[in-house]
Each structure stands twice: as C-alpha cells, then as structure tokens.
C-alpha cells in the first residue's frame, strides 16, 4: 500500500496512470535515496535501512533533538545548520540564522536554495509534508556532499 490512493495490482494491470506513477515515483526515489544516504557521514550506530531515519540521524549531527521530519523544520533552522556545517561561510546564511525576523524560515530556504541551486521546495514557516522534506534533504545531500 502507498500513500495516497490505493495502488493495487488491478489497478496497474488496468493502466491506471496514477497508481503506475506512484510506483515509479517511490521505487526512483527509494533508490536514488540510497545511493545519496550511502554517502552521508553518519554516526555508527546509524544503519537502519529506512530512508527516513537516516535522514533523521543527518540531522541531529547538527541539531541533537530532531525527531521528525515536518515540525522540527518549519523554523529552518535544521536546514541552517546542515548547510553550515559543511559550508561555514555561505554568505548571509549566519545572519538569517541569528535574526529574529517573522521571515527567518523562508529566508533561510531562499538563501540555501539560491546559493545552492536547490529548488526551494519547502514553504517553511508551513509545516512541511515529510515526502518534501527528504525530497530536500537530498537535493541538500548532494550538493553538500557530506
């Protein structure tokens, strides 16, 4: 079962388009994630094979007490610091960090996805969809190259 619509067997074998497209998507996407985790520095005791919590462990090398992956990132500051601790001196990326402006969050992806050539998908202060954030994550993760 996927999330979303129902995926059945019947309805690949009956052409439906958004059941095919669903399994593309998340066979692409958990193999692409892999070759991208595969690369990450993580801590040694990180060695699930669930994307999502090695994305996780990612994290809290930077930011100890992320448990999720839609609230803890709506302030931006997870992705601050993940950005940071591999490029110290990206420009404006301190100063958005330390501001407390009502726009931190959303100047904080603007200036990672500019400086980055990421696409700004996630609309923080929103709380993200947690499909986006390791979406993100990994557009991050190859361009950090951690």
Request: glycine content about 4%; some cysteine; hydrophobic content about 45%.
């Amino acid at each position: 079962k996927m999330e979303g619509e129902e995926v059945t067997p019947h309805n690949i074998l009956q052409g439906d388009s958004v059941s095919t497209l669903q399994v593309v998507w998340a066979i692409s996407f958990h193999w692409q994630c892999e070759v991208v985790v595969a690369n990450l520095k993580l801590p040694p005791l990180a060695t699930s094979p669930n994307i999502e919590s090695l994305v996780l462990a990612w994290a809290r090398t930077v930011s100890p007490g992320v448990t999720n992956l839609t609230t803890d990132w709506s302030d931006g500051l997870v992705v601050a610091r993940l950005v940071l601790s591999s490029m110290p001196g990206l420009v404006g990326l301190e100063a958005a960090l330390d501001s407390d402006h009502k726009n931190k969050a959303e100047n904080i992806v603007k200036l990672v996805s500019h400086h980055l050539s990421i696409p700004p998908l996630l609309s923080l202060p929103t709380i993200p969809d947690k499909r986006v954030t390791m979406l993100y994550m990994m557009c991050l993760a190859q361009v950090l190259d951690p």
